[in-house]
């Protein structure tokens, strides 16, 4: 069982910033690729990020890279997603995903709540 915390989202003008952090409580944090998805409103769930098991590989959809930079501390069990130059598009409701594929055609089966994200213009 896996069990995944999002914070950090919140409301932002465009061109702004935010870090998004997940916390994991489970047993081996680095058994797991870890994602971030994202819903905008009316919409549905899409891949943002991934990165390996280590963190020696990561993978951001062509919509973010240069802004957005995922990581994590296999210490700490997070993963966080460094979120620069905010986008009104880029809003939604953000999700931690345990077990993703690094291109994020598979999806891991463990999902957190998530944490909104609302970019004004």
Avoid at 5 to 23: A, I, K, P
Avoid at 33 to 48: A, D, L
Avoid at 87 to 92: F, L, N, Q, S, T
Wanted: hydrophobic share 30%; net charge negative; with cysteine.
């Amino acid at each position: 069982q896996v069990r995944l915390d999002e914070s950090g989202g919140g409301l932002v003008q465009t061109g702004g910033s935010l870090r998004l952090s997940c916390e994991a409580s489970v047993d081996s944090f680095s058994d797991y690729n870890m994602g971030w998805f994202r819903q905008p409103p009316g919409k549905g769930r899409e891949f943002v990020a991934a990165i390996s098991r280590f963190g020696d590989q990561s993978y951001h959809v062509d919509s973010v890279k240069g802004r957005f930079t995922i990581s994590r501390d296999n210490e700490k069990d997070s993963v966080y997603l460094q979120m620069d130059n905010l986008k009104p598009e880029d809003a939604g409701i953000y999700y931690c995903n345990a077990g993703p594929s690094l291109n994020g055609i598979t999806r891991g089966i463990y999902w957190g709540n998530g944490t909104p994200v609302i970019v004004s213009a």
